[in-house]
């Protein structure tokens, strides 16, 4: 069952332009949505997460956008610049006997192209 | 954050034996996680470890094939017994610290 799902499952974008990552979650016990960024032969890293308490979370050229009650959560990169190139997993994450059990979206591969 | 080493990085094995892969974490943390990640897939839970206890596994993962140790608050050990081509697969370590979770780099396994 998937309980997170994320669209697109590949973009490609022109450096300088925004890329723009969706995801949708079903349980509404989910209580925090991380963003990982992944390259090549690495593991995933911390990006940028958010609370459902708030609708919009800015880092730098990353921004989280959140809709609570259309359960929808974006991931917005300004600026996109071929760095910006890797596979991105939103996610969301519940406290489930004493930790946070986290349910990974299906991956967005990003392309920034000079 | 947290810095997680695992080893191998990658391996290629035979069908029908078995691979461990080691997980060290720089500091101490109660629970740790192993994930399998398949070709060009997302991140699926395999099982949760404590250190003293048995490790909780995920629907669709069962410990005689996923044999997980978990000695010390620093390290743990994951085996992937009787291995198939269907195990090809990259495998990854997390911890969580401060609510985050931290992915080691993965192990990539081949079976041939």
């Known amino acids: 069952q998937q309980q997170v799902k994320q669209s697109p499952q590949s973009l490609i974008v022109q450096k300088g332009g925004i890329s723009i990552i969706n995801c949708a979650y079903e349980?509404?016990?989910?209580?925090?949505f991380p963003w990982y960024q992944q390259f090549p032969g690495k593991g995933p890293a911390l990006l940028i997460a958010?609370?459902?308490?708030?609708s919009e979370k800015k880092e730098g050229r990353f921004t989280i956008s959140f809709n609570k009650s259309a359960k929808q959560f974006s991931l917005h990169i300004m600026d996109s610049q071929p760095g910006d190139s890797a596979t991105y997993f939103c996610?969301?994450?519940?406290?489930?006997?004493?930790?946070?059990?986290?349910?990974f979206g299906t991956g967005t591969k990003l392309q920034v192209i000079p | 954050s947290a810095v997680i080493s695992q080893k191998p990085s990658r391996d290629i094995c035979q069908r029908g034996t078995s691979l461990t892969i080691q997980c060290q974490v720089d500091s101490q943390v109660t629970m740790m996680f192993w994930y399998r990640q398949q070709p060009g897939q997302s991140l699926t839970l395999i099982a949760t470890a404590n250190q003293g206890s048995e490790a909780t596994y995920e629907s669709g993962f069962v410990i005689d094939k996923f044999p997980i140790s978990r000695p010390n608050l620093t390290f743990s050990t994951l085996t992937v017994s009787n291995l198939s081509p269907e195990d090809s697969s990259i495998y990854l370590c997390?911890?969580?610290?401060?609510?985050?979770?931290?992915f080691g780099p993965g192990t990539r396994l081949t079976v041939l």
């Open positions: 349980n509404t016990a989910f209580d925090y």
């Open positions: 996610a969301a994450s519940m406290n489930s006997g004493g930790y946070q059990k986290v349910t």
């Open positions: 997390s911890v969580a610290r401060s609510g985050e979770q931290f």
């Open positions: 958010i609370r459902p308490d708030v």
